[in-house]
């Protein structure tokens, strides 16, 4: 009886603080980047690609999009997966592309994205606004996560 009530003890003991945990950690970020978790951008769903941007703690970040096949055509799917290095520059923050894999004017293409979003710097390096719930990636909304 009495190890019986220890146990239902140490079982409400372990629910109640793992709720409590789980609660402050989805409270805690409030849509902020925080230096000990990834920043993510994923896109919502469309019928057009399916894209994750990541940018890492150990201020590296990747970069990968699945270009959907239209209905209807012979397209077949084209994958894009690259990374590169991040720095934070006020309130943006700067992605430094490895290689010059994409063509960064389509894949952050200004007419379908606000001005502050994203400012494409050069060929392989792009300043993103991380301040926004959302940007827009080859026309594609990408939600932060």
Same mark, same amino acid.
């Given at each position: 009886?009495?190890?019986?009530?220890?146990?239902?003890?140490?079982?409400?003991?372990a629910?109640?603080?793992?709720t409590?945990?789980?609660?402050n950690?989805l409270?805690?970020?409030?849509?902020?980047?925080l230096k000990?978790k990834?920043l993510?951008?994923h896109?919502?769903?469309?019928g057009?690609a399916?894209i994750?941007?990541t940018?890492k703690?150990?201020?590296?970040?990747?970069?990968?999009?699945? &270009?959907?096949?239209?209905?209807?055509?012979?397209e077949?799917v084209s &994958? &894009?997966?690259?990374?590169g290095?991040w720095?934070?520059?006020g309130?943006?923050?700067r992605?430094?592309?490895k290689?010059?894999?994409i063509?960064?004017s !389509?894949?952050?293409?200004k007419?379908? !994205?606000d001005?502050?979003?994203f400012q494409i &710097?050069?060929?392989?390096t792009v300043?993103?606004n991380?301040?926004?719930?959302e940007?827009?990636?080859w026309?594609v !909304?990408?939600?932060?996560?």
């Amino acid at each position: 009886m009495r190890i019986t009530l220890l146990l239902i003890s140490f079982l409400l003991a372990a629910c109640t603080t793992s709720t409590k945990l789980r609660h402050n950690s989805l409270n805690s970020d409030n849509g902020k980047a925080l230096k000990d978790k990834d920043l993510v951008y994923h896109s919502a769903g469309n019928g057009v690609a399916d894209i994750l941007l990541t940018l890492k703690t150990n201020n590296t970040f990747t970069f990968f999009m699945k &270009i959907l096949p239209q209905p209807g055509t012979d397209e077949e799917v084209s &994958i &894009i997966n690259t990374s590169g290095k991040w720095a934070k520059q006020g309130k943006w923050t700067r992605l430094t592309f490895k290689k010059k894999k994409i063509l960064l004017s !389509a894949v952050f293409d200004k007419s379908y !994205a606000d001005n502050n979003q994203f400012q494409i &710097i050069n060929e392989k390096t792009v300043d993103i606004n991380d301040g926004l719930d959302e940007i827009v990636i080859w026309g594609v !909304a990408c939600v932060k996560n």
